[in-house]
């Protein structure tokens, strides 16, 4: 696939921490209940910390007690793109950022307390917070 913001493994590099090009460009996940965004409870954006993309608005995050910060539907339909992911000898879906390809987390459907049943499952190194 193509993105609207394509750089090489070297310039992502130069402009991400260790931890965040791990997660972001090698697909790494990080521990659960250590991230700096799963007790965020202000009104407002969640983007990608690559390249800045709006992805969830914080009316659409809830606690899924996975230890992640969980959302149950993107900022736009076109916010994410999903890929079947079959490493680590299962079958699940990746979530991505469509605007960079960015590695965010998986989406499960085993959210039964939401209006779509989705869990986007997301690690805090792959998004950043943008207050209202």
């Given at each position: 696939?193509?993105?609207?913001?394509?750089?090489?493994?070297?310039?992502?590099?130069?402009?991400?921490?260790?931890?965040?090009?791990?997660?972001?460009?090698?697909?790494?996940?990080?521990?659960?209940?250590?991230?700096?965004?799963?007790?965020?409870k202000?009104?407002?954006?969640?983007?990608?910390?690559?390249?800045?993309a709006?992805?969830?608005?914080?009316?659409?995050?809830?606690?899924?007690?996975?230890?992640?910060?969980?959302?149950?539907?993107?900022?736009?339909?076109?916010?994410?793109?999903?890929?079947e992911?079959?490493?680590?000898?299962?079958?699940?879906?990746?979530?991505?950022?469509?605007?960079?390809?960015?590695?965010?987390?998986?989406?499960?459907?085993?959210?039964?307390?939401?209006?779509?049943?989705?869990?986007?499952?997301?690690?805090?190194?792959?998004?950043?917070?943008?207050?209202?």
């Amino acid at each position: 696939m193509t993105y609207k913001v394509e750089k090489s493994d070297q310039e992502w590099q130069s402009e991400l921490d260790p931890q965040k090009f791990a997660v972001l460009r090698e697909a790494a996940t990080e521990r659960p209940w250590s991230g700096a965004l799963l007790d965020e409870k202000r009104e407002g954006v969640y983007v990608c910390a690559a390249c800045g993309a709006e992805l969830y608005t914080s009316d659409s995050k809830f606690d899924s007690g996975s230890g992640w910060p969980s959302f149950w539907k993107t900022a736009t339909p076109d916010s994410v793109e999903l890929v079947e992911d079959r490493a680590l000898g299962m079958v699940r879906t990746e979530v991505k950022c469509a605007n960079c390809g960015s590695h965010l987390g998986h989406l499960f459907d085993d959210a039964y307390q939401t209006p779509t049943g989705d869990r986007y499952c997301m690690n805090s190194l792959a998004l950043e917070f943008k207050p209202e």
